[in-house]
């Protein structure tokens, strides 16, 4: 990743020190030597694995939690189906595999993937090329540019990857996290700066903070829940947002790298590892809430599938598969529903309009 490592430098040489938001956006979506622009990282080859792509299960219950919700909101025709951050497609392929079988839902369906990098969405190309799709995808770069319209929204582990700053309380007061290059050709490094006025960004919430503690700030996570907070407000529908973090908000440093399917440390070849930060459920809501939107939990997404079937939906595979299948749909299962796995620490919560109904699994 010798170019992004450059630019690294270039952009601390010209602008100063980086927050960590703008080093974890040029990580991830460098124009050419970023985590999803230069490649797939996605899967058991790459350095994470995700719901969908351990388990068809996931996306066909999303699909049929989607199908119920759509008719309580009236089951517009035209309804624009939208994923944010689609991966390699899994969901929506198991989504549109699902929804195929119900033809006036399906037909209802406009599918819009929002996707930042080219890669991946090559990779989404291939992979939905042959899913029943009605009509074929359109792809955009962000939730902005996807027309108005009634909503079924889905974003399975894409708030993780926005971008987050990060501030530390010192002796002197709140001061944010940056990254600046070491001395003499090395690395890079967390530095902090000078206290300033982006401290107010902490709205009080943790006024009684203990020196040393840090928290996590998402401008881009609150922006986005805000327009689709505004966006199932104004025009209909539901959005259904699954990540991994905490349901209310709190000091703590969760960036973090992961290579091949292990931790690595955030700064060391920037570019060779995936790098994310918890979800603060707290702040999206308060965001989606604030835009005029009604929202349903978080939730963990063990109970959360339990309740939407995923028990009865792995034993009706299991009885129709060879033994080995059966073994790896029990797996998949675990992962997804296990506290000690996915279970627990990934949760969901659904942006609906105001004074709709509990969606399923958040009743
Ligand atoms: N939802 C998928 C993949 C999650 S990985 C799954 O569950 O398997 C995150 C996805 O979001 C990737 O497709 C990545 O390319 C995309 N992405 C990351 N940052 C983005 C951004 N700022 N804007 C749009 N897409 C982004």
């Known amino acids: 990743m010798a170019d992004l490592d450059r630019d690294l430098r270039r952009l601390i040489a010209h602008h100063g020190p980086l927050s960590v938001a703008e080093y974890m956006a040029a990580v991830l979506v460098h124009p050419r030597s970023g985590v999803y622009t230069a490649r797939d990282p996605i899967g058991a080859g790459g350095d994470f694995i995700t719901a969908p792509e351990v388990s ?173 907070g505004e966006r199932v407000a104004r025009f209909g529908g539901a959005a259904l947002i699954v990540d991994y973090g905490a349901c209310v908000s709190g000091a703590g440093d969760s960036l973090r790298a992961i290579r091949k399917h292990a931790f690595h440390p955030v700064l060391e070849d920037p570019g060779t590892a995936d790098i994310s930060a918890h979800v603060d459920f707290a702040a999206l809501a308060e965001a989606a809430n604030g835009a005029g939107a009604r929202v349903f939990g978080p939730i963990a997404q063990g109970p959360f599938l339990e309740r939407l079937g995923a028990k009865e939906r792995a034993r009706a595979l299991i009885a129709n598969a060879t033994p080995e299948v059966a073994t790896e749909i029990e797996s998949g299962l675990a992962r997804l529903v296990d506290a000690e796995a996915m279970g627990t620490l990934y949760k969901a919560v659904a942006i609906v309009a105001p004074g709709a109904a509990a969606p399923p699994g958040f009743e």
């Open 56 to 228: 068809q299960v996931f996306g066909e219950l999303v699909c049929a939690w989607c199908r119920v919700v759509w008719r309580t909101f009236g089951a517009p025709d035209p309804t624009l189906l939208v994923e944010l951050g689609p991966g390699r497609g899994a969901l929506m392929d198991d989504f549109l595999r699902v929804s195929a079988t119900d033809a006036e839902f399906h037909r209802a369906l406009r599918l819009w993937l929002v996707e930042a990098s080219p890669a991946m969405r090559a990779v989404q190309r291939r992979s939905l090329g042959a899913a029943e799709a009605t009509p074929p995808p359109s792809w955009c770069e962000t939730f902005a540019q996807v027309p108005d319209g009634a909503v079924i929204l889905l974003a399975n582990e894409f708030f993780d990857a926005l971008p987050v700053r990060q501030f530390q309380m010192t002796a002197t007061g709140w001061r944010e996290r940056r990254i600046d290059e070491s001395a003499n050709g090395g690395g890079f490094r967390f530095i902090l700066s000078p206290p300033s006025g982006a401290a107010a960004l902490i709205p009080g919430r943790l006024a009684n903070a203990a020196e040393g503690s840090v928290v996590e700030v998402s401008p881009a996570r609150i922006a986005l829940a805000s327009q689709i």
